[in-house]
């Protein structure tokens, strides 16, 4: 879902680069890079490298700085409930599921194969 | 988009409250812990929106009786589902209840039965995340799980739908503002509906001192003298040209002092369009002397880069381009010295065709 949002915000940006800002192309194309690597890194997790888990843990804290600098600056930066959820529960979220490799399967395995029920591995 | 509509704030409150119920009390449910945590994790998220969905109905049942009815049932079944996890076919049912939520506000939205607002985007994301709880294979399921096509239903199902969600979302938003977002990311100040004669005389007078005080800088040396800069990129139409020490002095729609100018680009050196007053805090709309003519506006929710001073707007997602971040100008009130039809003189924007003609000629 992160690599979706980054992606939606890249494209954003594409149109006012044809209307002339043309550094807003460059943070386009960044964002849709980010987007891809976030989607790579997620795919590592599945995979479980665990230079994906370190990569996207450092992911979610600089994102959660950033969003918190951005709640805590007198900027006028949007507080709203999908800004929250998307900058700050969701890095949170993920960082909580990816934060100790001996419970990183809490959510990601099935119960039934932890009791011995599964028919299959 | 980013606002919360009138009457749709007590579903954002029982959200926030069913969450944490939901996690408390479907446990009780036989069979909670045989199966996986994507699927409990699903399940919370779905009766959360099950309960917002609910929480609405007291909103739409007078005006929208078939929406509240809608709301009901849809509320009722999330509910229903997040009760039953160990039903045979709860992932195939969840998954389809999800996905006709979503393409339905979507609908919704799109013909404008309602309005793209914090609380139906918010949750939208809820069921977003439930849906791809809902479909992700984990590890150790029984081998008739379906697990290939339910990886082909997530990988074309979640992207689909998330992209289609912001994307509707931003051209309702951008097609059909409401009355206070003359264009996207700004917001008028609240006035009475018609000029009196009193106002109308007052904004005369603001515009006659304006433009007598910025008439010099139709020479912009006078105006780089007096301490005006351009920001912004010189290859757009036009710029504005900002005096920092009047904005930290902060004063107040004074026309012999107007916090900044606006120029033309054309290939024969900046040609100036009007000035423009600004407030020093954000939120604090000026005076109005000329009641709707003079309104003020505030630029909100704009992805702001350092790199070239150059602006996006924020996704429905409230994501900006990486390098570039949420913010929101004090608000501002043009004055605009050249003919501008489709606005007048203290419109928001310039007519682009008006500033096309001049930088042509």
Redesign the interface.
């Given at each position: 879902?992160q690599s979706?949002?980054?992606a939606?915000?890249?494209l954003?940006?594409i149109p006012?680069a044809f209307?002339?800002?043309?550094?807003?192309l460059?943070?386009?194309l960044?964002?849709l890079l980010?987007a891809l690597a976030t989607c790579l890194l997620a795919i590592g997790v599945l995979w479980r490298r665990r230079w994906a888990r370190r990569w996207v843990i450092a992911l979610e804290i600089t994102c959660l700085i950033g969003s918190l600098l951005?709640l805590l600056l007198?900027?006028?930066?949007?507080h709203?409930?999908?800004?929250l959820?998307?900058?700050v529960v969701l890095p949170i979220v993920v960082f909580l599921l990816l934060r100790k490799p001996r419970h990183e399967?809490?959510?990601?395995?099935?119960?039934?194969?932890?009791?011995g029920?599964?028919?299959?591995? | 988009m980013f606002d919360i509509a009138t009457g749709h704030a007590i579903g954002l409150f029982a959200g926030l409250l069913a969450l944490p119920l939901a996690e408390l009390f479907l446990r009780f449910q036989s069979g909670w812990r045989k199966v996986s945590g994507t699927v409990q994790a699903a399940a919370v998220l779905m009766a959360t929106s099950g309960v917002v969905h609910l929480a609405l109905i007291g909103h739409h049942i007078r005006t929208e009786p078939i929406t509240a009815f809608l709301f009901l049932v849809n509320g009722l079944a999330f509910i229903g589902l997040a009760a039953t996890v160990r039903w045979r076919r709860w992932r195939l049912a969840s998954a389809s209840l999800l996905v006709a939520t979503i393409l339905g506000y979507l609908v919704y939205i799109g013909f404008g039965l309602e309005g793209p607002d914090q609380v139906g985007v918010a949750t939208k994301l809820v069921e977003l995340a439930a849906l791809g709880l809902v479909l992700v294979p984990v590890r150790g399921e029984p081998r008739n799980s379906h697990r290939g096509s339910r990886w082909a239903a997530l990988g074309v199902a979640l992207p689909f739908l998330t992209v289609m969600t912001a994307s509707t979302a931003w051209v309702v938003d951008l097609a059909r503002p409401d009355a206070r977002h003359v264009h996207a990311g700004a917001l008028l100040q609240a006035t009475n509906a018609l000029p009196t004669q009193v106002q109308q005389d007052a904004a005369n007078r603001l515009y006659a001192e304006t433009k007598a005080t910025i008439l010099p800088y139709q020479d912009s040396r006078k105006a780089l003298a007096a301490g005006y800069r351009p920001g912004g990129p010189s290859n757009m139409p036009s710029t504005h040209w900002m005096n920092q020490a009047y904005v930290d002095a902060g004063y107040v729609m004074d026309p012999r002092r107007p916090q900044g100018l606006v120029y033309a680009n054309t290939k024969h050196g900046p040609v100036l369009l009007g000035a423009m007053f600004q407030m020093k805090n954000l939120g604090q709309f000026g005076p109005d002397p000329g009641g709707p003519l003079t309104a003020w506006h505030q630029h909100q929710n704009i992805c702001f880069t350092p790199f070239g001073f150059e602006f996006s707007f924020m996704t429905p997602f409230a994501t900006c381009p990486i390098g570039a971040i949420d913010i929101s100008a004090p608000p501002m009130l043009h004055v605009w010295i050249v003919d501008n039809p489709k606005g007048g003189p203290f419109a928001v924007d310039i007519d682009d065709e008006v500033v096309k003609a001049i930088v042509k000629a």
């Open positions: 879902m979706m949002f980054w939606i915000a890249g954003s940006a006012f209307a002339g800002e043309f550094f807003m460059g943070l386009g960044a964002s980010l951005l007198p900027i006028g930066a949007n709203g409930p999908v800004a959820m998307t900058n399967t809490s959510l990601g395995e099935s119960n039934l194969a932890q009791s029920g599964a028919s299959a591995a | -």
